[in-house]
């Protein structure tokens, strides 16, 4: 079965209701770089050995919501639907607007908010988000300034009370996260794995929160 077309171009097949086929996504995603490099960070979306490690370190069996971040065409959401975790207790955000529509039609069942990752704590309680299990982001945080990195971490633990973790890659080999906001936000940080067959390789930094969402100060405040 084929989806219906961008641009002319068939989406994807389908198969137990999710687009599985990444020509077309490529496509988009190299488009969407062309467009605005610094935002979309990468010039192809995640391979399928980066998608697959950052669904592992996700326990598919944990209850509550699993916030994604940067989701692009969807590879690693894909990865995780396979993992276990079902589309339903998924909030997507993408800033893109095609690539959010992509997204939508690609996961039906999943909620896919086109937004800036900043506005988390706002997007979570439009969405009925109370309570987020695991976050997984694949933003180009390396771009970003400290107050854009520091707004997105602090919204993840408060939304995940700072008990569960902030998964994040990058394609270089130091972590992504600027130190200051480590040490404000009292952050630990964990390289669970290196990606050897994605092309860049790729390092899955895990962060974990050692304080309490309530300590946290207000330096670097989400935008409303």
């Known amino acids: 079965m084929t989806a219906q077309a961008v641009d002319g171009m068939p989406l994807a097949s389908v198969r137990n209701g999710v687009m599985t086929d990444l020509a077309v996504p490529a496509w988009l995603f190299l488009s969407r ?3 605005n490099p610094l935002r979309t960070g990468s010039v192809l979306p995640s391979g399928r050995p980066l998608a697959e490690a950052l669904a592992r370190q996700i326990d598919g ?5 699993i916030v994604e971040l940067g989701a692009g065409t969807g590879s690693v959401t894909e990865a995780l639907i396979n993992s276990g975790v079902r589309p339903e207790r998924m909030l997507i955000v993408e800033f893109d607007s095609r690539m959010a529509e992509h997204l939508r039609r690609r996961f ?8 800036n990752a900043s506005r988390l704590g706002k997007i979570a309680r439009e969405a009925g988000v109370t ?7 694949s933003l180009p945080f390396l771009f970003m300034s400290i107050r854009q990195q520091g707004a997105i971490l602090k919204s993840a633990f408060r939304l995940m009370a700072t008990e569960g973790p902030f998964i994040q890659f990058t394609y270089g080999p130091f972590p992504p996260v600027s130190e200051p906001i480590i040490r404000r936000l009292k952050l630990k940080v964990i390289r669970a794995d290196h990606i050897w ?15 309490k969402s309530g300590q946290q100060d207000n330096a670097w405040a989400a935008p409303p």
């Open 33 to 35: 770089w062309f467009r």
């Open 61 to 65: 069996r944990t209850r509550g919501t």
């Open 108 to 115: 039906r069942g999943a909620h896919v908010v086109e937004s």
């Open 131 to 137: 309570r987020a299990a695991a976050v997984v982001s």
């Open 197 to 211: 067959l994605n092309l860049p390789p790729a390092a899955i930094w895990r962060y974990e929160c050692l304080g």
